[in-house]
């Protein structure tokens, strides 16, 4: 029998600092269900600007930052813009039809597999 994969590791571009100074570069995400795409919809913070519809999403689906376990809406407006681009990517990535994208052995051919860079990935199991 497979199992499904659920949950996926990342490495941010630049990554989070927190209020101490630290820096979080690796995380995981983990699939979206129906509710994480229909309960942000009823927060007024996403009514008043569509735009902010990321933040609340990706808050709830990323389940660490680095040492970090509370990922909340602040963290998210926390990031950097490149690092919010690319977990919109990996965010499309993984939870799309079909199976998600194999990191392949080599830089160059990963770099035609994956909408992004593939040095920002972290290989599973290793952080």
Known sequence: MTQLQTEFEFTLPRGYIDRDGNLHRTGIMRLANAKDEILPLQDPRVQRNEAYLIVIL????????????????????????????????????????????????DEEAAGEALPFPAKWCATPGKA
């Open 58 to 105: 990706l808050s709830r689906v990323i389940t660490r930052l680095g040492e970090l376990t509370d990922i909340n809406p602040a963290v998210i407006e926390g990031l950097f813009a490149s690092d919010l681009g690319y977990l919109q990517e990996f965010y499309n990535s993984i939870n799309s039809v079909g199976k998600p994208p194999a990191l392949p052995a």
